[in-house]
Nanobody, 122 residues
Framework: QVQLVESGGGSVQSGGSLRLSCAVS?????KGWFRQAPGKPREAVALIDSDGRTTYSNSVKGRFTISQDNAKNTLYLQMNSLKPDDTAMYYC???????????????????WGQGTQVTVSS
């Protein structure tokens, strides 16, 4: 059974940085970070497959970096130049099928963490 445990959220001022971590147990092929703000739909922030190919939302491109440490079974999201619009609950997600890696809707991702809150103040 795949389990995902996020950490690293918190509160930061606009322009600041945070790094999210997600400990992954079990085999997965695709991994990603999604976020959801109150009253807004879930949004794919960054996705990565086992070969290291990445996909980013236009809203975070150039500011966020997704990476994975296979030796530590950990997924990361480095967030720089944070803006108040980045405020949301951030979720780590994973899937075993390579067919869903680019699924920005997240429906193909069948393993989810509990979420970690990121709050950016102006």
């Amino acid at each position: 059974q795949v389990q995902l445990v996020e950490s690293g959220g918190g509160s930061v001022q606009s322009g600041g940085s945070l790094r999210l971590s997600c400990a992954v147990s079990g085999y997965t092929y695709c991994k990603g970070w999604f976020r959801q703000a109150p009253g807004k739909p879930r949004e794919a922030v960054a996705l990565i497959d086992s070969d290291g190919r990445t996909t980013y939302s236009n809203s975070v491109k150039g500011r966020f970096t997704i990476s994975q440490d296979n030796a530590k079974n950990t997924l990361y999201l480095q967030m720089n130049s944070l803006k108040p619009d980045d405020t949301a609950m951030y979720y780590c997600a994973a899937a075993k099928s390579p067919l869903v890696c680019a699924d920005t809707g997240g429906r193909g991702y069948n393993y989810w963490g509990q979420g970690t809150q990121v709050t950016v103040s102006s």
